[in-house]
């Protein structure tokens, strides 16, 4: 069964960066899209950006364009997501996932990781 591992959070000043990587072992989530979602405290899970990996087409949120990237090395299954000039408003626990299409809404997706948290301090 396919699986997905989150890593790469941490608490950075606002400006920094961070590079979250999802790692993915069991399945090959070759024509699958791969998202990464956040959650903050008492807000409800928004999607981030997104990746189709058959056809690299990307999705990002308005909040991120112009700071974040995803990219994909399919040769380690693995799905990475650059953060640059990070604010306060991006704390967030960070989830990836996996889901047959690309979609923005998180019950599209069917494998989920468990979450990374970042946080940026002002």
């Known amino acids: 069964e396919g699986q997905l591992q989150a890593s790469g959070g941490g608490l950075v000043q606002a400006g920094g960066s961070l590079r979250l990587s999802c790692a993915a072992s069991?399945?090959?989530?070759?024509?699958?899209?791969i998202g990464w979602f956040r959650q903050a405290p008492g807000k409800e899970r928004e999607a981030v950006s997104c990746?189709?990996?058959?056809?690299?087409?990307?999705y990002y949120a308005d909040s991120v364009k112009g700071r974040f990237t995803i990219s994909s090395d399919d040769a380690k299954n693995t799905v990475y997501m650059q953060m640059n000039s990070l604010k306060p408003e991006d704390t967030a626990v960070y989830y990836c996932?996996?889901?047959?299409?690309?979609?923005?809404?998180?019950?599209?997706?069917?494998?989920w990781g468990q979450g990374t948290q970042v946080t940026v301090s002002s």
């Open positions: 990746i189709s990996k058959s056809d690299r087409t990307t």
């Open positions: 069991g399945v090959t989530f070759d024509d699958y899209a």
């Open positions: 996932a996996a889901g047959r299409l690309m979609l923005i809404a998180p019950d599209g997706y069917n494998y």
